[in-house]
């Protein structure tokens, strides 16, 4: 009986997290309030205070739960061999852990950005966490554009999404084609002979010139000292 209250606790909380930030989102951070989150719900204002006191608390528990999905991310990446594919993983898995509630996430914070200086700490964190991705996922021998090839990649998810605000698109497909974007940012897998393979036959190949003699010394003279009859 007692794990199932536990449970029953744990979706009523998660329910009121999802109900809060729609709300949120839709009508703001600071013109919702707890009691239209209770009646959103259905619930008694009495049963919300039990799992959070305050829209603060909300939003903490939201951000939290965001930073520990990163920390799983990075805790993977650190686990996987440093191999040439593993940036196109991980960018694959990042735009994962933005779908569904992280994609509101997302919303939120742009419907909410001068709520959330409040929460600096917060976002201090997730910056800090990028870095650690950017540590794992760039060789720092590596070439200043292949680096910022890797970080811009990673964080062009993101601006995706926020870009594609008005655009008629569902959720899902904004995602698979922020997930194509950030795969052309990469570095190629196998380096620059990859690099310039990938040009071969685009109509781009720049001509050679046309041999200037026909290998006789004499044949390449310099203009007006031409051969003497």
Excluded: C
Excluded at 59 to 74: A, G, M, N, P, S
Excluded at 111 to 140: C, W, Y
Excluded at 212 to 227: L, M, S, V
Aim: hydrophobic fraction near 40%; proline fraction near 6%.
């Amino acid at each position: 009986m007692q794990a199932t209250r536990r449970r029953r606790g744990s979706d009523t909380r998660a329910e009121i997290q999802e109900v809060a930030l729609t709300l949120f989102t839709e009508k703001g951070y600071e013109a919702t309030s707890l009691r239209e989150i209770a009646e959103r719900l259905g619930i008694t204002k009495a049963a919300l205070y039990y799992h959070f006191k305050s829209k603060e608390d909300i939003v903490h528990t939201l951000l939290d739960d965001r930073l520990e999905v990163v920390d799983e991310l990075i805790s993977w990446a650190s686990a996987q061999p440093r191999t040439p594919d593993l940036p196109r993983k991980v960018v694959d898995r990042w735009a994962e852990t933005i779908s569904d509630r992280g994609l509101r996430m997302v919303r939120f914070a742009l419907a909410n950005q001068h709520v959330l200086r409040e929460f600096s700490p917060k976002h201090a964190g997730m910056h800090g966490r990028l870095r650690e991705l950017f540590a794992i996922l760039t060789d720092p021998q590596a070439s200043v554009a292949d680096q910022l090839r890797v970080r811009m990649a990673l964080i062009s998810v993101q601006v995706a999404i926020v870009a594609a605000q008005d655009l008629d698109a569902d959720d899902e497909e904004i995602i698979d084609v922020a997930k194509e974007l950030a795969h052309l940012m990469l570095p190629p897998v196998g380096g620059p002979a990859d690099a310039q393979a990938d040009h071969a036959g685009d109509g781009h190949t720049q001509a050679k010139p046309p041999p200037t003699g026909t290998g006789d010394p004499e044949d390449t003279a310099a203009p007006g000292h031409g051969r003497q009859p």
